[in-house]
């Protein structure tokens, strides 16, 4: 299924849109290519889109701007291209809800590695949905918050429903399976993101401090997500469920 799924690439570099039409339809993969956002929305509205491969540099609204956008409709997979491997460029793009980004220039085989890890872990993520619909699944609930495993979903403790992104809600699960340990950057970051992280990868740190401020945890002194020095990550709160 991963590798027959159906790829839309937003550049606006003909040579670009060209290059991996041609890399990734061999692979399997059915593939779409647009040149700008207008095309790129009107293409996710007739449906059948797996993934979005998606540059930053875009005329018009850019790929920054395109990724809000699709957010507020649609949960499909974005890997985000960049023109220079700026890292406030790459936060940008993964607080705004982006799986993945790739500096430009890059490799095919390296970006047809990132689609896959992607498409893998959304696919492994929607077969436990399913199966979790024939059953009854209790939710995880910690420090008065609640986890609805089957409908993907965080209330506080008041009863307010509070929006994740889908690597925020994978973190947070992870989280929720090993209260107490503490867990490494690297394999939070692998688990979240589908992917694994360089030695100089800071960007799990991103997922975290926004799921800190999610949760009304005060990134000065955090008390349920604290930060284990040299070590990585650990959650000091029980968990029932």
Do not use: N
């Not at 339809?25 to 007739?46: K, N, Q, W, Y």
């Not at 993934?51 to 540099?57: A, K």
């Not at 960049?82 to 793009?93: C, D, I, Q, W």
């Amino acid at each position: 299924m991963v590798d027959s799924a159906h790829v839309l690439i937003v550049d606006d570099d003909r040579q670009i849109r060209t290059l991996l039409r041609g890399f990734l339809r061999p692979e399997g993969f059915r593939v779409t290519t647009v040149a700008d956002g207008g095309s790129m929305m009107a293409a996710i509205e007739r449906g059948g889109i797996d993934l979005v491969v998606l540059d930053v540099m875009l005329p018009g609204d850019d790929g920054l701007s395109l990724c809000r956008q699709l957010r507020r409709t649609s949960r499909v997979p974005v890997i985000m291209l960049t023109a220079l491997a700026s890292e406030t460029e790459r936060v940008a793009g993964l607080e705004l809800g982006a799986d993945d980004y790739l500096a430009k220039p890059f490799s095919a085989r390296e970006l047809l590695a990132r689609i896959r890890a992607v498409l893998r872990r959304t696919a492994e993520a929607a077969v436990v949905a399913a199966g979790r619909e024939d059953e009854t699944v209790r939710p995880l609930r910690f420090a008065g918050w609640t986890v609805d495993l089957t409908r993907r979903q965080l209330r506080s403790p008041e009863g307010v429903l509070v929006e994740l992104t889908g690597g925020e809600f994978d973190l947070l699960v992870t989280f929720l399976q090993h209260p107490g340990q503490v867990l490494p950057r690297d394999w939070l970051l692998d688990r979240a993101r589908g992917r694994m992280a360089g030695p100089a990868d800071r960007t799990i740190d991103v997922h975290v401090g926004r799921l800190r401020r999610k949760l009304g945890d005060d990134p000065k002194s955090p008390q349920l997500i604290k930060t284990v020095r040299g070590g990585g990550y650990v959650l000091t709160a029980a968990v029932e469920g």
